[in-house]
Every structure is written in C-alpha cells, then in structure tokens.
C-alpha cells in the first residue's frame, strides 16, 4: 500500500512540475515586449541579412535597408510569441557565438558567420518536413527560418532587389502569361 501511494505522489509531482512549467511559459511568451529591443539589435539583424544575402555583381543585403523591413515586420505584423522567439533567437546567437569563437558575431571571419548559420539552420529543421511544419503550426515559426523568410521578403520587394537583382519592366505593356527566359536572362520582378 506504501509503494502505491508513493507511485501516486510521484506522478502527481510530475504532473504538477510539468503544468507549472506550462504556466509560467506560457506567461512569459504572452507577456509584451519592449520594441525597442529590435532596434537595440538593427546593426545584428543588418549582417546576419547580409550573410544570407551577400553583396556580389547585385547589390547586398545592407544596401536594400532590409535591417528596417525586419524590424518594421516584426514590430507591426508578427504575433508577441514569435516576437519572443525572434528576440531569445537573437540573444542566444550572441551567446553561441561568444562561447564558440570567444569574440561578437561582428568580429568573426566570412567562415565562421557561415557556420554560425548553418548551426541555427540545423538546429532550427527537423530531418522530416511534417515535423517542420507542425513546429510551425503549434509553436510559430523558429528564429532562423523566420529570419531568412523576412531577409528574403525585404530584399526582393525593395527598389535595389527588385530592379538590380530581378529583371524590371517598368511598364509592363501586355500580359504575357508563359514567356521563357532568355539566354542568361534574370528572374522577372514583375511578371
């Protein structure tokens, strides 16, 4: 009878633990966040958009002022929970890489931003899609995947992507639905 109602306590316990638990994140991630926080970490979100989008024969990242599109995004149209991932996501690759390669992410070579990244890349997917896209559904989009989402987003909607990177017809004169490409030719940005 002894062993039965430790059993009891024990799983009760747990169950307490893990609800508690439940709780109190639950509060923590539905609690309002201070914007001005996105703003304190611009200059990281403008090269960690840079190292996705490097500068190269087309303008880079930096040059489209996709740092701002972020931030304007992640302040005015995404949901205080993913806020929340996007502002621990930053604080812990600060820490990742102070404990890594014992210096800023600013201070690293070419290479070591781009195993920075691949880090959060890998850590972020699962190896099967539906478990990826469950995350998403129940938890919100990870940090990385939602970074890349935004630099990807903010690059090719401004003025320098658009006309730089993507071929731009100011005027479109006719629809043309299924027209190929031409030798060497850029992706259209307004077809």
């Excluded at 880090?119 to 972020?124: H, I, K, P, T």
């Excluded at 190896?127 to 935004?150: C, E, H």
């Amino acid at each position: 009878m002894n062993r039965r109602s430790s059993i009891k306590s024990a799983i009760l316990l747990g169950i307490l633990g893990v609800s508690t638990l439940s709780i109190y994140k639950y509060r923590v991630l539905n609690i309002e966040v201070d914007l001005k926080r996105f703003y304190d970490y611009q200059k990281l979100i403008a090269e960690l958009a840079e190292c996705i989008i490097p500068k190269s024969d087309s303008p880079g990242a930096k040059e489209a002022n996709v740092d701002q599109y972020i931030i304007n995004v992640l302040i005015n149209c995404t949901p205080i929970k993913e806020q929340h991932k996007f502002l621990d996501g930053l604080e812990y690759l600060e820490t990742y890489t102070r404990d890594m390669y014992d210096k800023s992410f600013f201070k690293c070579t070419e290479k070591e931003k781009l195993d920075v990244l691949q880090y959060f890349e890998d850590r972020d997917n699962y190896n099967f899609s539906i478990l990826n896209k469950i995350n998403a559904k129940f938890l919100g989009q990870s940090f990385f995947n939602k970074l890349k989402r935004l630099t990807i987003e903010g690059y090719f909607s401004s003025n320098l992507g658009a006309t730089k990177c993507l071929s731009y017809d100011y005027v479109p004169v006719n629809y043309i639905a299924c027209k190929p490409l031409g030798l060497n030719q850029k992706s259209w940005a307004t077809r």
